[in-house]
């Protein structure tokens, strides 16, 4: 047997196997052990899940799929099964959606308070607590 035909015949136990499959390939290689990692380091499946989605986001150009992912988890695994995981996680984006509110809140009582001022020819300074 020549070293070509060698080269060319799929490994032992192979036969008949899209030889594209049966040989380790860089990205893909890559993401396999990390997603072994990742098990064998205990993370949470929804955390793995959510890898897999940013890697396939990336190679398929595709942004916001990620995204979409974690609103799906979430909404099927954390609402309906209770994962505490999701939970928190929807907790948080909860509590920065409100402190935005806020501060729009803030920003248009700031704004009320610069148009009387204006109109009454009042200071813009605000006092403050303790000093009035």
Do not use: C, W
């Amino acid at each position: 047997m020549n070293e070509e035909t060698e080269m060319n015949q799929a490994p032992q136990g192979t036969e008949g196997l899209n030889p594209l499959i049966t040989q380790p390939h860089g990205r893909e290689q890559q993401m396999k052990m990390e997603i072994l990692n990742m098990i064998h380091s205990g993370e949470s499946p929804y955390d793995i899940i959510y890898r897999v989605a940013q890697r396939l986001e990336k190679a398929s150009g595709e942004p916001g799929y990620a995204a979409y992912v974690k609103d799906q988890l979430r909404a099927v695994y954390g609402f309906a099964l209770q994962e505490e995981i999701l939970l928190t996680d929807e907790l948080k984006e909860v509590e920065e959606r409100l402190a935005i509110d806020r501060h729009k809140k803030n920003i248009e009582r700031l704004k009320i308070m610069i148009q009387k001022a204006k109109a009454d020819h009042e200071s813009l300074t605000v006092p403050k607590f303790g000093k009035l």
